[in-house]
Protein backbone atom coordinates (compact mmCIF):
# COMPACT_ATOMS: atom_id res chain seq x y z
CA UNK A 1 0.00 0.00 0.00
CA UNK A 2 1.42 3.44 -1.40
CA UNK A 3 2.51 5.51 2.06
CA UNK A 4 3.27 9.47 1.54
CA UNK A 5 4.05 11.36 4.59
CA UNK A 6 5.70 14.41 5.56
CA UNK A 7 8.21 14.89 8.64
CA UNK A 8 9.31 17.91 10.32
CA UNK A 9 11.17 18.67 13.22
CA UNK A 10 10.12 22.04 15.36
CA UNK A 11 10.80 23.86 18.26
CA UNK A 12 13.78 23.68 20.18
CA UNK A 13 16.39 20.76 18.93
CA UNK A 14 17.79 17.52 21.18
CA UNK A 15 19.99 15.03 20.82
CA UNK A 16 17.59 12.21 19.41
CA UNK A 17 15.37 14.15 16.49
CA UNK A 18 17.12 11.92 14.13
CA UNK A 19 17.14 8.42 15.65
CA UNK A 20 13.15 9.04 15.99
CA UNK A 21 12.91 10.12 11.75
CA UNK A 22 15.17 6.99 11.43
CA UNK A 23 12.82 5.32 13.60
CA UNK A 24 9.71 5.94 12.02
CA UNK A 25 11.38 5.79 7.75
CA UNK A 26 12.69 2.24 8.41
CA UNK A 27 9.45 1.19 10.59
CA UNK A 28 7.33 2.30 7.24
CA UNK A 29 9.94 0.95 4.99
CA UNK A 30 9.31 -2.25 5.95
CA UNK A 31 5.98 -2.54 6.42
CA UNK A 32 4.82 -1.16 2.89
CA UNK A 33 6.49 -1.34 -0.57
CA UNK A 34 5.64 1.99 -1.82
CA UNK A 35 6.47 4.89 0.22
CA UNK A 36 7.29 8.60 -0.29
CA UNK A 37 8.95 11.02 2.07
CA UNK A 38 8.51 14.25 2.29
CA UNK A 39 11.12 16.52 4.52
CA UNK A 40 10.06 20.20 5.91
CA UNK A 41 12.82 22.59 6.19
CA UNK A 42 12.87 24.70 9.89
CA UNK A 43 10.12 23.04 11.06
CA UNK A 44 6.23 24.71 10.40
CA UNK A 45 8.36 27.51 8.26
CA UNK A 46 9.04 24.51 5.60
CA UNK A 47 5.19 23.59 5.52
CA UNK A 48 4.30 26.87 5.61
CA UNK A 49 6.24 28.32 2.98
CA UNK A 50 6.58 25.13 0.79
CA UNK A 51 10.08 24.29 1.58
CA UNK A 52 10.54 20.41 0.98
CA UNK A 53 12.71 18.06 -0.25
CA UNK A 54 11.65 14.21 -1.01
CA UNK A 55 13.67 11.87 1.06
CA UNK A 56 15.44 8.55 0.33
CA UNK A 57 16.05 5.86 2.70
CA UNK A 58 19.69 6.81 1.95
CA UNK A 59 18.79 10.18 4.12
CA UNK A 60 17.70 7.88 6.85
CA UNK A 61 21.77 5.87 7.27
CA UNK A 62 24.05 6.83 9.58
CA UNK A 63 22.31 9.22 11.62
CA UNK A 64 21.35 7.23 14.66
CA UNK A 65 23.64 8.74 16.77
CA UNK A 66 23.94 12.38 15.17
CA UNK A 67 22.56 15.03 17.18
CA UNK A 68 20.90 17.98 16.11
CA UNK A 69 18.13 17.48 13.20
CA UNK A 70 18.90 16.99 9.43
CA UNK A 71 15.42 19.36 8.60
CA UNK A 72 16.65 22.10 10.38
CA UNK A 73 14.04 23.36 13.21
CA UNK A 74 13.21 26.76 13.99
CA UNK A 75 10.43 28.14 16.50
CA UNK A 76 7.21 29.14 15.32
CA UNK A 77 4.87 29.99 18.11
CA UNK A 78 1.34 28.22 18.49
CA UNK A 79 -0.14 31.94 19.70
CA UNK A 80 0.98 33.50 16.42
CA UNK A 81 -0.41 30.62 14.28
CA UNK A 82 -3.78 32.57 14.17
CA UNK A 83 -2.12 35.54 12.61
CA UNK A 84 -1.02 36.32 9.17
CA UNK A 85 2.47 36.94 8.17
CA UNK A 86 4.31 40.30 7.32
CA UNK A 87 2.50 39.71 3.77
CA UNK A 88 -0.80 38.63 4.58
CA UNK A 89 -0.30 35.22 4.31
CA UNK A 90 -2.87 33.01 6.58
CA UNK A 91 -0.24 30.68 7.38
CA UNK A 92 -2.70 27.84 8.66
CA UNK A 93 -4.02 27.97 5.26
CA UNK A 94 -0.69 27.56 3.99
CA UNK A 95 0.12 24.56 6.00
CA UNK A 96 -3.05 22.73 4.23
CA UNK A 97 -2.53 24.00 0.76
CA UNK A 98 0.90 22.18 0.77
CA UNK A 99 -0.12 19.42 2.37
CA UNK A 100 -2.72 18.77 -0.08
CA UNK A 101 -0.44 19.57 -3.25
CA UNK A 102 1.28 16.75 -1.83
CA UNK A 103 -1.09 14.30 -1.19
CA UNK A 104 0.28 13.57 2.04
CA UNK A 105 -1.26 10.52 3.87
CA UNK A 106 -0.24 11.74 7.05
CA UNK A 107 2.21 14.56 8.81
CA UNK A 108 4.82 13.23 11.55
CA UNK A 109 5.86 16.34 13.51
CA UNK A 110 8.58 16.01 16.33
CA UNK A 111 8.52 18.79 18.65
CA UNK A 112 7.48 19.98 22.28
CA UNK A 113 4.83 21.23 24.10
CA UNK A 114 4.11 23.81 21.56
CA UNK A 115 4.69 22.34 18.50
CA UNK A 116 2.22 19.96 19.72
CA UNK A 117 -0.36 22.27 19.96
CA UNK A 118 -0.13 23.28 16.72
CA UNK A 119 0.24 19.43 15.58
CA UNK A 120 -3.13 19.67 17.28
CA UNK A 121 -4.60 22.97 15.79
CA UNK A 122 -3.80 20.75 12.12
CA UNK A 123 -6.11 17.84 13.53
CA UNK A 124 -8.84 20.00 14.02
CA UNK A 125 -8.03 21.36 10.43
CA UNK A 126 -8.82 17.81 9.32
CA UNK A 127 -5.04 16.97 8.42
CA UNK A 128 -4.04 13.27 9.84
CA UNK A 129 -1.47 14.40 11.89
CA UNK A 130 1.12 11.83 14.34
CA UNK A 131 2.73 13.84 16.84
CA UNK A 132 6.25 12.35 18.38
CA UNK A 133 7.19 14.19 21.89
CA UNK A 134 11.01 15.47 21.59
CA UNK A 135 12.32 17.70 24.22
CA UNK A 136 14.91 17.74 26.70
CA UNK A 137 12.74 19.15 29.52
CA UNK A 138 10.45 15.97 29.96
CA UNK A 139 7.58 18.02 30.21
CA UNK A 140 4.83 16.66 27.65
CA UNK A 141 1.78 15.37 29.65
CA UNK A 142 0.34 11.78 28.45
CA UNK A 143 4.38 10.10 28.27
CA UNK A 144 5.98 9.34 30.98
CA UNK A 145 9.70 9.94 29.02
CA UNK A 146 10.77 12.26 25.87
CA UNK A 147 13.35 11.36 23.53
CA UNK A 148 16.18 13.86 24.37
CA UNK A 149 15.47 14.05 27.94
CA UNK A 150 17.87 11.04 29.41
CA UNK A 151 20.90 12.67 27.05
CA UNK A 152 20.33 16.31 28.25
CA UNK A 153 20.64 14.61 31.86
CA UNK A 154 23.75 13.29 31.03
CA UNK A 155 25.34 16.57 29.97
CA UNK A 156 23.96 18.42 33.05
CA UNK A 157 25.04 15.63 35.16
CA UNK A 158 28.92 15.65 33.36
CA UNK A 159 29.04 19.15 34.26
CA UNK A 160 27.99 18.82 37.83
CA UNK A 161 30.56 16.48 38.21
CA UNK A 162 33.08 18.64 36.77
CA UNK A 163 32.57 21.18 39.05
CA UNK A 164 33.22 18.56 41.74
CA UNK A 165 37.25 18.46 42.02
CA UNK A 166 37.15 22.32 41.63
CA UNK A 167 34.68 23.28 44.26
CA UNK A 168 36.38 20.43 47.11
CA UNK A 169 39.93 22.17 45.94
CA UNK A 170 38.48 25.69 46.61
CA UNK A 171 35.84 25.41 49.10
CA UNK A 172 33.35 27.43 47.22
CA UNK A 173 29.85 27.59 46.70
CA UNK A 174 28.77 26.51 43.05
CA UNK A 175 25.41 26.73 40.89
CA UNK A 176 25.12 25.15 38.19
CA UNK A 177 21.98 25.99 36.39
CA UNK A 178 20.33 23.58 34.32
CA UNK A 179 17.69 23.93 31.72
CA UNK A 180 13.75 22.38 31.23
CA UNK A 181 12.15 25.56 31.34
CA UNK A 182 9.36 26.11 33.37
CA UNK A 183 9.42 22.44 34.75
CA UNK A 184 12.20 20.66 37.03
CA UNK A 185 12.80 17.67 36.16
CA UNK A 186 16.02 17.54 34.54
CA UNK A 187 17.27 19.65 37.14
CA UNK A 188 15.82 16.67 39.34
CA UNK A 189 17.47 13.82 37.64
CA UNK A 190 20.93 15.55 36.77
CA UNK A 191 21.15 16.96 40.68
CA UNK A 192 20.67 13.81 42.24
CA UNK A 193 22.62 11.93 39.38
CA UNK A 194 25.49 14.69 39.94
CA UNK A 195 25.44 14.39 43.84
CA UNK A 196 24.43 18.07 44.14
CA UNK A 197 23.98 18.94 48.09
CA UNK A 198 20.73 21.77 46.95
CA UNK A 199 18.25 21.19 44.17
CA UNK A 200 15.95 24.34 42.96
CA UNK A 201 13.04 23.40 40.79
CA UNK A 202 10.04 25.59 39.98
CA UNK A 203 7.98 23.29 41.19
CA UNK A 204 9.15 24.16 44.94
CA UNK A 205 9.51 27.60 45.61
CA UNK A 206 12.31 28.10 47.53
CA UNK A 207 13.12 30.10 50.53
CA UNK A 208 16.78 32.03 50.60
CA UNK A 209 17.02 31.55 54.51
CA UNK A 210 16.38 27.88 53.93
CA UNK A 211 18.92 27.69 51.21
CA UNK A 212 21.45 29.71 53.41
CA UNK A 213 20.80 27.74 56.02
CA UNK A 214 21.90 24.38 54.16
CA UNK A 215 24.76 26.00 53.05
CA UNK A 216 26.11 26.96 56.48
CA UNK A 217 25.11 23.38 57.94
CA UNK A 218 27.39 21.93 55.70
CA UNK A 219 30.42 24.18 56.08
CA UNK A 220 29.61 23.64 60.46
CA UNK A 221 29.71 19.49 59.44
CA UNK A 222 33.19 20.49 58.20
CA UNK A 223 32.17 20.12 54.14
CA UNK A 224 34.51 22.59 52.19
CA UNK A 225 31.54 23.34 49.17
CA UNK A 226 28.08 23.42 48.52
CA UNK A 227 26.82 22.46 44.81
CA UNK A 228 23.18 23.80 43.73
CA UNK A 229 21.69 22.48 41.07
CA UNK A 230 18.87 25.11 39.65
CA UNK A 231 16.50 24.95 37.28
CA UNK A 232 16.56 27.60 34.97
CA UNK A 233 12.74 28.44 36.19
CA UNK A 234 13.23 28.08 39.80
CA UNK A 235 11.60 30.69 41.53
CA UNK A 236 11.17 32.40 45.06
CA UNK A 237 8.36 31.36 48.01
CA UNK A 238 7.96 34.95 47.61
CA UNK A 239 7.46 35.44 43.42
CA UNK A 240 5.98 32.39 43.68
CA UNK A 241 3.04 34.47 45.32
CA UNK A 242 2.51 36.83 42.83
CA UNK A 243 -0.28 36.95 40.33
CA UNK A 244 0.91 35.61 36.51
CA UNK A 245 0.94 39.65 35.57
CA UNK A 246 2.76 41.00 38.52
CA UNK A 247 5.27 37.95 37.60
CA UNK A 248 5.72 38.49 34.37
CA UNK A 249 6.64 42.46 34.95
CA UNK A 250 9.00 41.53 38.04
CA UNK A 251 10.89 38.82 35.98
CA UNK A 252 11.35 41.86 32.91
CA UNK A 253 12.54 43.61 35.31
CA UNK A 254 15.28 41.11 37.20
CA UNK A 255 16.08 40.67 33.70
CA UNK A 256 17.73 44.13 33.29
CA UNK A 257 20.12 42.84 35.93
CA UNK A 258 20.36 39.45 36.21
CA UNK A 259 21.49 36.88 33.36
CA UNK A 260 19.55 34.24 34.43
CA UNK A 261 18.15 33.49 37.90
CA UNK A 262 21.49 31.96 39.09
CA UNK A 263 22.55 35.23 39.29
CA UNK A 264 19.81 36.36 41.50
CA UNK A 265 20.26 33.35 43.90
CA UNK A 266 24.02 34.13 44.24
CA UNK A 267 23.79 37.74 44.63
CA UNK A 268 21.07 36.68 47.57
CA UNK A 269 24.06 33.98 49.03
CA UNK A 270 26.86 36.06 48.74
CA UNK A 271 25.20 38.71 51.04
CA UNK A 272 25.48 36.19 54.14
CA UNK A 273 29.96 36.40 52.99
CA UNK A 274 30.07 33.52 51.31
CA UNK A 275 31.53 33.29 47.72
CA UNK A 276 29.75 32.24 44.71
CA UNK A 277 30.61 31.00 41.48
CA UNK A 278 28.18 30.10 38.34
CA UNK A 279 28.24 27.26 35.29
CA UNK A 280 25.75 27.57 32.75
CA UNK A 281 26.20 24.52 30.66
CA UNK A 282 23.05 25.74 28.22
CA UNK A 283 22.83 24.58 25.12
CA UNK A 284 25.18 21.82 25.38
CA UNK A 285 22.45 20.24 27.06
CA UNK A 286 20.51 19.59 23.61
CA UNK A 287 24.15 19.14 22.07
CA UNK A 288 25.85 15.81 21.29
CA UNK A 289 25.03 12.55 20.03
CA UNK A 290 22.02 10.60 21.51
CA UNK A 291 22.75 8.51 25.14
CA UNK A 292 21.94 4.61 24.57
CA UNK A 293 18.41 5.31 26.50
CA UNK A 294 17.42 7.77 24.07
CA UNK A 295 18.33 5.96 20.86
CA UNK A 296 16.08 3.54 22.11
CA UNK A 297 13.22 4.92 23.15
CA UNK A 298 13.81 7.09 19.49
CA UNK A 299 14.02 3.52 17.40
CA UNK A 300 10.66 2.42 19.78
CA UNK A 301 8.43 5.54 18.96
CA UNK A 302 9.51 5.39 15.42
CA UNK A 303 8.16 2.30 14.82
CA UNK A 304 5.53 2.79 16.97
CA UNK A 305 4.99 5.57 14.84
CA UNK A 306 5.34 3.20 11.26
CA UNK A 307 2.59 1.34 12.94
CA UNK A 308 -0.16 3.79 13.53
CA UNK A 309 0.33 4.97 9.94
CA UNK A 310 0.02 1.63 8.92
CA UNK A 311 -3.18 1.58 10.78
CA UNK A 312 -4.46 4.91 9.77
CA UNK A 313 -4.60 5.76 13.39
CA UNK A 314 -4.18 9.49 13.51
CA UNK A 315 -4.44 12.62 15.53
CA UNK A 316 -2.47 10.71 18.35
CA UNK A 317 0.98 11.59 19.74
CA UNK A 318 3.19 8.26 20.25
CA UNK A 319 4.96 7.90 23.62
CA UNK A 320 5.62 5.41 26.22
CA UNK A 321 3.52 4.78 29.30
CA UNK A 322 4.53 2.18 32.04
CA UNK A 323 6.87 1.07 29.56
CA UNK A 324 4.74 0.24 26.68
CA UNK A 325 3.99 2.80 23.57
CA UNK A 326 0.83 4.12 23.83
CA UNK A 327 -0.82 6.09 21.57
CA UNK A 328 -2.41 8.92 23.17
CA UNK A 329 -5.30 11.47 21.54
CA UNK A 330 -3.80 15.01 20.77
CA UNK A 331 -7.55 16.12 21.90
CA UNK A 332 -6.26 14.83 25.35
CA UNK A 333 -2.88 15.75 25.87
CA UNK A 334 -2.34 19.15 23.93
CA UNK A 335 -1.67 22.17 25.91
CA UNK A 336 -1.12 20.24 29.20
CA UNK A 337 2.11 20.47 30.80
CA UNK A 338 3.57 17.37 32.82
CA UNK A 339 5.31 19.04 35.66
CA UNK A 340 7.48 17.53 38.66
CA UNK A 341 5.06 16.94 41.85
CA UNK A 342 6.52 17.91 45.22
CA UNK A 343 5.82 14.81 46.28
CA UNK A 344 7.11 12.53 43.66
CA UNK A 345 8.74 9.79 45.21
CA UNK A 346 11.95 11.16 43.49
CA UNK A 347 11.78 14.03 45.11
CA UNK A 348 11.52 11.94 48.68
CA UNK A 349 14.31 10.03 47.73
CA UNK A 350 16.21 13.48 47.53
CA UNK A 351 15.22 14.70 50.68
CA UNK A 352 15.45 11.34 52.24
CA UNK A 353 19.29 11.61 51.57
CA UNK A 354 19.51 14.98 52.96
CA UNK A 355 19.14 17.06 49.92
CA UNK A 356 17.85 20.20 50.17
CA UNK A 357 15.22 21.73 48.36
CA UNK A 358 15.19 25.11 50.05
CA UNK A 359 11.72 24.50 50.92
O1 LIG B 1 12.54 23.28 25.53
C1 LIG B 1 13.89 23.01 25.41
C2 LIG B 1 14.72 24.16 25.89
O2 LIG B 1 16.08 23.82 25.76
C3 LIG B 1 14.43 24.61 27.31
O3 LIG B 1 15.01 23.79 28.28
C4 LIG B 1 14.96 26.03 27.29
O4 LIG B 1 14.29 26.84 28.23
C5 LIG B 1 14.65 26.48 25.90
O5 LIG B 1 14.50 25.30 25.11
C6 LIG B 1 15.71 27.35 25.29
O6 LIG B 1 15.24 27.80 24.07
P1 LIG B 1 16.13 28.49 22.95
O7 LIG B 1 16.94 27.43 22.29
O8 LIG B 1 15.14 29.08 22.03
O9 LIG B 1 17.00 29.47 23.63
Known amino acids: MMKR ?22 GLANLTDELEVYGFDDGYKGLIYGKYRMLTSKDFSGILTQGGTILGTSRQPFKLMRVPDEKGLDKVEAMKQTYYKLCLDCLVILGGNGTQKTANLLREEGLNIIHLPKTIDNDIWGTDMTFGFQTAVNVATDAIDGIHTTASSHGRVFIVEVMGHKVGSLTLHAGIAGGADIILI ?9 VTAAIQKRAKAGKRFTILAVAEGAISKE ?3 LSKKKL ?3 QAEKAKKYPSVSYEIAEKIEKQGIEVRITVPGHTQRGGSPCAYDRVLSTRIGAGAAEAIMDEEYGIMVGIVNGKIKRVPLAECAGKLKTVSPKDQTVKAAKAIGISFGD
Open 5 to 26: IGLLTSGGDCQALNATMRGVVK
Open 202 to 210: PEIPYDIKK
Open 239 to 241: DAK
Open 248 to 250: KEL
